[in-house]
């Protein structure tokens, strides 16, 4: 495996490689602006050149060796297939595409997998469900099932591996092995809580306060009775969430600490205080994955603390995965243990337990050391004559951020920027910065991608009106010496 971290793969010629460049990398490299503007419109030309992609929406070519298999041996004429970890996550795909109008079946499959099977027809909604609701089969279980892995870890390495995970994040977060439940993706977690909340407190719509990570928005909205969106861009939606508080009880209020890409965070003491004036007991749903629960303790306002394992807890790049843990003082507690034990699947196939146990070991120090170049590299930004503003959580947080901020925390790997005149300036910049670019976030070597056009290309006026820059360029922080990687930003500055 390449280098990134001194070796980063920024090259013309490295579109569509993998990143990091193996089988199991989970990002893919898009080094030219063209690219990516022509990937978002399907240009053949780009989009041919992909060896890999982001799971949920790009099928690693093992995962789509395993569709063809599953298409071979399960499917009549016309139809196609998915393939899941288990047949449970082969169920819920059949009941969403029964919702939008279609038909098909759940068969348990080789090696305990489940296979969906359905009209052809059917493949663009069936797709939908694998993105948005991230029950996904990872590339190493897809090897595995085809008879191409080259692991020799057996059941009970995996056991082993995801017990060690679950005690690994409660020794962190203050909570009990027993609360934390393993995912196949970070957004995997977030459809079992939001499952859990509909279903414990069905016919309520959930609340997503400031703009956050696309897809957690698109899955309120998609599933269960809808979803409130108030981008928090002014003081008065305080109110605002009081007053829907007061009028309309609801499943869960959803938010991030900090939020992607602009790196707010809500003022959870003042969410807290507003939760007790309206006597709602709504709980409370907080995602950390870009400040990590290295830095800060979210159960200081949340009920639920949601994470992305797949970004800085693995840091490798090279496994997808997702966390719930719930907080013990929480007055749902026991309804939300009982529901996720009994109905969440809440384990990792044993090849990925195993890569992310491995990993995570080093997760405190490796975070500590991206969230000091993140900071480095963004105040040597704002003070750049030709870039016009700067978006970090030390800054941007304010007191939402301050008060789940553990002492001597840091502010996560992550940070946003907008250069001045960036419609005209952006693409000439970002072809000429030396580092890997993609999408994801969270790997041991810096990532950047111009984020509004990658995730909201054909809504671009809609996050313009959130406050999203179309132009906006989000940079991950890798583990870089920080004076080389600003000297890299600072060289494709001046040219």
């Not at 109008?101 to 027809?121: E, Q, S």
């Not at 269960?224 to 969430?241: T, V, W």
């Not at 990792?348 to 337990?353: P, S």
């Not at 503003?389 to 940070?415: D, S």
Request: glycine share 8%.
């Amino acid at each position: 495996m390449s280098d990134l971290i001194h070796h980063p793969l920024w090259q013309a010629d490295t579109l569509g490689s993998p990143l990091p460049d193996h089988e199991f990398g989970v990002s893919v490299s898009l080094p030219l602006w063209k690219h990516v503007i022509g990937y978002e419109e399907g240009d053949q030309d780009i989009v041919s050149k992909f060896r890999s992609g982001y799971p949920r929406f790009c099928c690693p070519p093992a995962v789509s060796e395993l569709f063809a298999a599953a298409e071979k041996d399960l499917a009549g004429a016309g139809e196609r297939c998915l393939v899941f970890p288990h047949l449970l996550h082969a169920g819920r795909c059949i009941e969403f595409m029964n919702r939008n109008g279609f038909t098909g079946r759940a068969i348990a499959w080789k090696n305990g997998l489940g296979a969906v099977v359905f009209p052809a027809a059917a493949h663009e909604t069936a797709r939908r469900f694998w993105r948005f609701c991230g029950e996904i089969v990872s590339t190493r279980q897809a090897c595995d099932a085809l008879g191409k892995s080259r692991s020799e870890c057996s059941e009970s390495d995996g056991i082993a591996a995801n017990r060690t995970i679950r005690e690994r994040l409660a020794g962190i977060s203050g909570q009990q092995p027993e609360d934390v439940f393993l995912f196949p993706s970070g957004m995997a977690a977030n459809f079992a809580v939001h499952r859990m909340l509909t279903t414990l407190f069905p016919n309520r719509k959930t609340a997503q306060l400031d703009f956050p990570y696309v897809d957690v928005l698109k899955l309120q909205q998609m599933f269960g009775n809808g979803a409130h969106f108030l981008p928090m861009i002014d003081d008065s939606e305080y109110d605002d969430l009081r007053a829907l508080l007061k009028y309309e009880p609801l499943a869960g209020i959803f938010c991030e600490a900090p939020s992607n890409p602009m790196l707010r965070c809500v003022d959870l003491e003042r969410l807290l205080n507003i939760r007790e004036e309206t006597q709602t007991n709504t709980p409370v749903i907080v995602d950390d994955t870009i400040s990590t629960v290295a830095h800060v303790d979210a159960m200081r306002a949340a009920d639920v603390v949601t994470s992305s394992l797949t970004k800085s807890f693995s840091g490798a790049g090279d496994v997808l995965a997702g966390s719930v843990i719930l907080n013990r003082a929480s007055p749902h507690h026991g309804a939300f243990s009982t529901f996720l034990t009994a109905h969440a699947g809440h384990t990792l196939w044993r090849g990925d337990a195993v890569a992310l146990e491995h990993n995570s070991r080093d997760f405190v120090q490796r975070a500590g050391t991206m969230s000091r170049n993140a900071l480095a590299l963004a105040e040597f930004l704002r003070a750049h004559p030709r870039v016009e503003k700067v978006w970090h959580a030390k800054e941007q947080g304010g007191r939402g951020y301050e008060f789940i901020r553990r002492e001597g925390g840091g502010y996560g790997c992550l940070f946003s920027f907008l250069l001045k005149d960036a419609r005209a300036t952006s693409p000439h910049f970002y072809d000429a910065l030396h580092v890997c670019k993609g999408p994801s976030l969270g790997t041991n070597f810096t990532l950047v991608c111009p984020y509004t056009l990658l995730a909201h290309y054909g809504e671009l006026e809609w996050a313009e009106s959130c406050g999203v820059p179309s132009h906006l360029i989000r940079v991950s922080a890798g583990l870089e010496d920080s004076a080389d990687l600003i000297a890299r930003f600072d060289e494709a500055l001046s040219k």
